[in-house]
T-cell receptor, first 117, second 114 residues
């Protein structure tokens, strides 16, 4: 396993279009996170999954955003009716947290950069 | 709510010198983790070092060490013998032991010059 992978790496779209990003976490990791990062800022938490259950969503995640993690494996983040303010890097991360492993460390992918024209 | 503050947007250091990046945080939690992550230009974020709040001993990883002052809620990163490959954005992050997600600071851009 080579780590967290994200696809596509770059996406340019016109305002109003829908886009979908995919994240494949490290295979044994039970937690998966989506973050958004804009230029010059730290990553901001959007949502996270424990296995297939979406347990928390940030207020940053408007109704136009939806995330899924079917079967607790890969995850998708869809943005509907994109706006120019959605332009950002979308980062996926995964972690393993159970009775034996509680380091709190997140492993990040390289991100999917979205540009909305 | 927890907040993480990095007061140095940019720093520069010469190769082989030592540099310290500062971070403060605000929380009412007693058990938590603190992290420094490195994000090289156009590359993924990787963990540099982590500290459990219940441990008094400061964490070290080769050339990287932290100065953790729990009462002052301060968590600085010292990079010794700086190398050109250390050029990156450095983010301080906080996670409560009872929590699930990292809260990041705004980052410090470090440039290592020859």
């Amino acid at each position: 396993d080579t780590g967290v992978s994200q696809d596509p790496r770059h996406k340019i779209t016109k305002r109003g279009q829908n886009v979908t990003f995919r994240c494949d976490p490290i295979s044994e990791h039970n937690r998966l996170y989506w973050y958004r990062q804009t230029l010059g800022q730290g990553p901001e938490f959007l949502t996270y999954f424990q296995n297939e259950a979406q347990l928390e969503k940030s207020r940053l995640l408007s109704d136009r955003f939806s995330a899924e993690r079917p079967k607790g494996s890969f995850s998708t983040l869809e943005i509907q009716r994109t706006e120019q303010g959605d332009s950002a890097m979308y980062l996926c991360a995964s972690s393993l947290r159970d009775r034996l492993s509680n380091t709190g460390e997140l492993f990040f992918g390289e991100g999917s950069r979205l540009t909305v024209l | 709510a927890q907040t993480v503050t990095q007061s140095q947007p940019e720093m520069s250091v010469q190769e082989a010198e030592t540099v310290t990046l500062s971070c403060t945080y605000d929380t009412s939690e007693s058990n938590y983790y603190l992290f420094w992550y490195k994000q090289p230009p156009s590359r993924q974020m990787i963990l540099v070092i982590r500290q459990e709040a219940y441990k008094q001993q400061n964490a070290t990883e080769n050339r990287f060490s932290v100065n953790f002052q729990k009462a002052a809620k301060s968590f600085s990163l010292k990079i010794s013998d700086s190398q050109l490959g250390d050029t990156a954005m450095y983010f301080c992050a906080f996670m409560p032991n009872s929590g699930y997600a990292l809260n990041f600071g705004k980052g410090t851009s470090l440039l290592v010059t020859p």
